[in-house]
Nanobody, 123 residues
Framework: VQLQASGGGLVQTGGSLTLSCAAS????????MGWYRQAPGKQRELVAE????????????DYAPSVKGRFTVSTDNAKNSVYLQLNSPKPEDTAVYYC?????????????WGQGTQVTVSS
């Protein structure tokens, strides 16, 4: 699968931005989808992920504590897409954001990554 992320850019503190990620094919084989980010000099970290409701019958979400209540992850299987709504971003949210889809099993997970989109938050 190929993932194409878009929507990054410059946003002011307190504004909003929506990131989109379109998959080249059906996402029905992936049971978890989401977004990670990597700031300069830091490791890539989970921002938010969501279980694929169509696969797991369970659309549970998981957020990094630093973004909980401000960011929202969602999917649209009909459009093979996953989204991240950034509300009230802060300068520390500045990073390259990567979309991710994965097949998660008891033994581990196989991840697929998009190319990343830069988000810069100005104060």
């Amino acid at each position: 699968v190929q993932l194409q992320a878009s929507g990054g850019g410059l946003v002011q503190t307190g504004g909003s931005l929506t990131l989109s990620c379109a998959a080249s094919g059906s996402m029905f084989r992936f049971n978890v989808m989401g977004w990670y980010r990597q700031a300069p000099g830091k490791q890539r970290e989970l921002v938010a992920e969501i279980s694929n409701l169509a696969v797991t019958n369970d659309g549970t979400t998981d957020y990094a504590p630093s973004v909980k209540g401000r960011f929202t992850v969602s999917t649209d299987n009909a459009k093979n897409s996953v989204y991240l709504q950034l509300n009230s971003p802060k300068p520390e949210d500045t990073a390259v954001y990567y979309c991710n889809v994965a097949i998660r099993t008891i033994g581990g997970r196989k991840d697929y990554w998009g190319q990343g989109t830069q988000v810069t938050v100005s104060s």
